[in-house]
């Protein structure tokens, strides 16, 4: 604290005199010219004395006059900025010599200007001190008080007014005019636009985006036919009955979880090279799930996450499960790894990963370096660091909670129990052969001994001994080491039917040969080990600590400054989460309803939900924001309110076609207005559930151990390395009401991907993803139109509606309501019946086999020891008792033909797009 | 939102004016991606880079950089410690001498060991690195950093940012295909991901086996024409649909991808299927003889991809893991690959294309002179090293017939011409016509590049 406090005291000093009033060179040296040469050129030409690229040192004028390698006396020639080189660099007009290098850096004409006229005025350089005053009494732009940079240039530079929006402190604004305050805002900005809102969306399309939106599922017909009839009677009840409705389904939490998901990377494995298993993560994911649906305070939400340990007691359960917030980035310690720099990384993770979620801030950005755009020095981010410098990983046994889905357990366990089995009959055969190498070995050496073990009993010298392992033929080699990793493997996952929290404790950081197993938390957290203390790394590297930090967050955020962390071993989290779930915190509030305003409208009010520094893009709505952050506050945290607040407005319900669409191009060209409502696609997993919903198949229960869905057989069976051996196979539950659950349940593993989700743009598990990316791909088509998996829905969603109703039309119709939640319209009935019949003949000619499952698979792999291939069995005991969700063979022409339809309308636009 | 790029592969604006005839032509047009407005290096040879990846770390000692003092020191103890040391690198280690005779190949006078009997007659077209080193000792990381630049994953591949800096020439076929062993290697998919970028810069992989593509075909018994009719009514009713929503021009581009997939479908297979080769070359490549049948048929591969316009091809050779017995192993992985990377070289050559194509031959690092006791026993072989690796390259603008950068004598540490990975990177982008400081992206705050923070070019590699 006390260097901090010193920092303040310095920004107040006194300053001496002006004396002579500044020439126009100095002036622009000083305000402008000197602070670019830092940001844009001194981090390679002078800041760092032993790389100094091209030997040209731009830190002073008379260095500067030396030139470098490449140019002498050209570079800086005082009265000739049209001729010297400094400038001429900046316009990138020669190859190779553009400055600065990166193009994204690259300097305005403005900027470049600055330079050449200073040149013009003679390049006057004067002392540091009569910068300082220049910049004390011309400088534009706004000063921050931060805890320091490592340079007083850095300390003391300017920003942008608008590059600051998010350090403002959330100020209420006035709402302009009446009506629902949302609307006022957003037509205000039409208003001055000259834009016209699109009108009103058609019910039908409403009850549809509200249910995808809330719930990631479809309307069904049912719904659509009572919302339609109550909208005709009381259209705002109808609506409001409606959201309430939604609100309060248990499915609520699984799609509004889901976005959290997205943005805290989760996954049920470690990724890298052993990609473990986390056997209990679940209990993260369902907790999450809980707290939406639950309403949970934000406030409350965040501290559980950050310090769900410290301020729950140890005991309390939930408490601890929310913390594995905390430990999901991707990570491992293995035999190869050096403990400080798996430490570290997960130091700097954290660090920001924090940053990112709670705060909008990529903190790595000042991993090395003061932050080079925002008011984060490097200081700060090992400030924010050394709070997480006592935390420390523990995977704990706990009691189940109540509202925790136990089902399904027993059976997986059977399963996993039946896969370890078979793995330790196999190392035991193998260890009976080695045996009786060992036996020959001894033999042929003519030795008394029968085994290594005997011989060593018997205090046999070490050149009596056999060296490592005696196996001849490479599979022996290689069946050894996989049985060994899967044994190892094998035992860990058995914790997936133990309640184990995945979670944190605070204490010393203990020495870690590797984490092949569940972290015990020791009896005495502050026994063995190394308390941290944490200092500025020189370039983030762990070996090389530079100035010692105190605990402290980040000091350019109102109140930020001043705030205590205390740097006791416990307790630093807590009050991390407290300033962070504060009120007065000018990010926190902001953050978190510009997520959940971009999730209903498909785009955020300041366009990177992650990043509000000064790269990010600047709120489209600030007082939108800052009105909506106060009123989020004020409601107690609560996110459902922020729902409700925001479906009730006319541009929620706004159609998405604008009768004047080219007006709107003009008025509008980065359609941020919202004058109409933005279609979306359907994410990858709606696109799932939704099928599974339409096609009847889908089971809604809820939580539990990660299920694992059908995927492409050739993927799921696909061999893949893990640390010095393969991974076992993925296989499928084998019943279809255990696979065909909601694909927030399906096992997340790093290093094998559904690639039915991940074609559809499911962000990889190991960024925070802040915003999903919705391309058009063509292996989309390859998965939606042929693959199993959309087989089996369309035949089950035939099927289903065959069953429900007899006639032709009907059934059709049926099929449309399911799908689009209407009814088709006569063209599309015309040639849909056309299509069914044409089909029948089709599907009348083809017979179907009932599908085979494998169940063993074959793995052909090149041994480490041997350079040899050998091969292995690996068995699928799921798929001897596999149940398959109905197949072709099953069912008759007229069904299957049916099926081809609904194929096509779960392929269509109208499905996979949401209005 | 409709980039260039996504009509590529996404594939968003209008098919019209590619005629059917040409879709799988080469040189339809060879503009940039969005990455790059124009190349930023007009005058560059590589139009295409085949990225062979050797997985698991190849040891330089054992193949191209020799170290006769390591007969001297063969079975010398020592002890290492330390808190900057691994379990694997710690405790109780001997040095250990190449099993392997060395040769001086080709006029340049390129080290080779004994074992590459065939890429030696094409050693004159190699240019060697040995300067280069990592920061990771474990596979997957060293792996990640290799294959994207970011040890801790996550981020785009190689083949991802040139597409993005190139844009394609074939509008059917992916511009960055990976063609991966039966199994994926360690850290998976990511090693090919997109990252950050759009998805349609994400590597395909071309399944060896199997279905090239997941799912191109539909299941067995759907023919084409079933498909065909299928298709016609969802066109029918995309099109209502589309004509309700006149301006979501998303609807379009889906609508087209189906078309689109549909010729897919039946093309290629046609352009992976390698039978219509003649036995001759079939034979160069040593395809269906062992041990080189599986590399060889990968490689043609590659050659036919790149003839057919795919900017980026990676080609996975793993099990280079040679912690124990090194002759053996290495002694059996060098035949797997010799044969087939010469025909490769060769090959591309006789038909013009080696000079628009560059390859690249590297593995995630190299390997130590010395190794750890283990159980006890001494199995011969080496640990990882990032500090001394050889990579080399040939084709496309490449210094060929050049050694350059050196390890000190025992090879367990780069000490001339040293460069980060990341400056390799760079090269490579350049060798490509491309500027690792202009290919750029936003994420996470900052625009991000391959090099993480930027690099310099290695001048010598490059011609």
Known sequence: MCKRIFFILTLFCILPAFGKEPTKGEKLFALKVKPLFAEKCN???????????GDLDMLSRKAILQGGDYFADEVLIPGKGEESFLYLVTKRTE?????????????????????????????????????????????EGVKMTTSGGLSDEWTDRRYKKEDLWAYQPVVRPEVPGKGHPVDAFLNAKLTELEIEAAPEAEPRLLIRRATFDLLGLPPKPEEVTDFLAAWETDKEAAWADLVERLLSSPHYGEQWGRHWLDVVRYADSSGFANDYERPNTWRYRDYVIRAFNEDKPYDQFVREQIAGDEIGKREDVEMLVATGFLRMGPWEHTGMSVAKVTRQQFLDDVTDSVGQVFLAHALQCARCHDHKFDPVPTRDYYSMQAIFATTQFSEVKTNWLPEENLEGMEEDKRYHEMRKKANEDLLASLTEKQLE?????????????????????????????????????????????????WQNRFGWEMDRYEPVAYTVYNGKTRPMKNNYNRIAMPKNPMGEGELEETAILGGGDPFSPTIPVEPAVLSAVPGGLEFDVPDTVEGRRTALANWIADPENSLTSRV????????????????????????????????????????????????????????????????????????????????????????????????????????????????????RPDMNMEAALQPRMIMGTFAPSYVPNPKPEQRNRRTIYAHKTRGHRDPFLEVFNQPGPDLSCEMRDTSNVTPQVFTLFNSEESMDRALAFADRVLEEVDDENAAVTRAFQLAYGRAPNGEELDASLDHWRQMIAEQEGLDFEPREFPTEVVREANEENTGEFFSFTEKLFVFEDYEPDLQPSEVDARTRAFADLCLVLLNSNEFVYVY | MNSRRDFLYGLTSSLGSVAFSSMLSRDLMAHPGPGAQALHFPKTKAKHCIFLYMEGGPSHIDTFDPKPKLTDLHLKEFTREGEKQSAMSSGKRYYVQSPFDFIKAGESGADMCTLWENLKDVADDLCFYRGMQVDSVNHPTANYQANTGNQFGGDPGIGAWVNYGLGTENEDLPGFIVLPELAHPQGGAANWANGYLPTSYQGTPLRPTGSPILDIQPPKGITREHQRKNLDLLAKLNQSHAEEHPYHDDLVARMKNYELAFRMQTQVPNTVNIDAESEKTKEMYGIGSEPTDDVGRRCLLARKLVEKGVRFVQLYVSTWDSHDYIAKAHGSLIPRVDKPIAALIKDLKDRGLLEETLIVWMGEFGRTPDNGVRGGGKAYGRDHNPDAMTVWMAGGGVNAGHTIGATDEIGAK??????????????????????????????????????????TVIDDLIA
């Open chain 1, 95 to 139: 190859e190779d010599y553009e400055m600065p290098p990166k193009e994204a850096d690259q300097l305005t004409e403005e900027q470049q200007w600055w330079i050449r006229d200073w040149i013009n005025e003679g390049a006057p350089w004067p002392t540091d001190e009569r910068v300082a005053l220049i910049q004390e009494k011309y400088a």
């Open chain 1, 43 to 53: 981090a390679c030409h002078g800041d760092d004395p032993e790389k100094i690229k």
């Open chain 1, 437 to 485: 190498y060992e036996a020959k070995w001894f033999e042929e050496k003519g030795l008394p001994w029968k085994s290594k073990q005997e011989a060593k009993k018997a205090g046999a010298k070490p050149k009596d001994l056999p060296g490592g392992k005696l196996f001849e033929k490479p599979e022996e080699f290689g069946m050894e080491r996989i049985g060994r990793k």
């Open chain 2, 414 to 455: 780069a000490v001339d011409q040293v460069h980060h990975v990341r400056d390799f990177h760079v090269t490579l982008l350049r060798l490509l016509g491309l500027d690792d400081n202009k290919l750029t992206y936003y994420h996470a705050g900052r625009f991000k590049q391959l090099s993480q923070f930027g690099g």
């Open chain 1, 592 to 707: 978190m309803v510009n997520r959940i305003w971009q999730y209903h409208f498909g785009q955020a009010i300041a366009g990177n939900p992650n990043s509000f520094g000064a790269t990010g893009k600047k709120p489209t709505h600030p007082e939108l924001l800052d009105w909506l952050a106060s009123e989020f506050v004020e409601k107690g945290w609560s996110i459902k309110e922020m729902h409700r607040l925001i479906m009730s407005s006319d541009a929620y319900r706004r159609s998405t076609s604008h009768p004047e669409p080219d007006v709107v191009k003009e008025k509008d060209p980065e359609g941020t207005s919202y004058a109409a409502f933005l279609p979306r696609r359907l994410a990858a997993e709606e696109i799932r559930d939704a099928s599974l919903a339409v096609s009847g198949e889908l089971n809604t229960e809820a939580g539990g151990i990660p299920i």
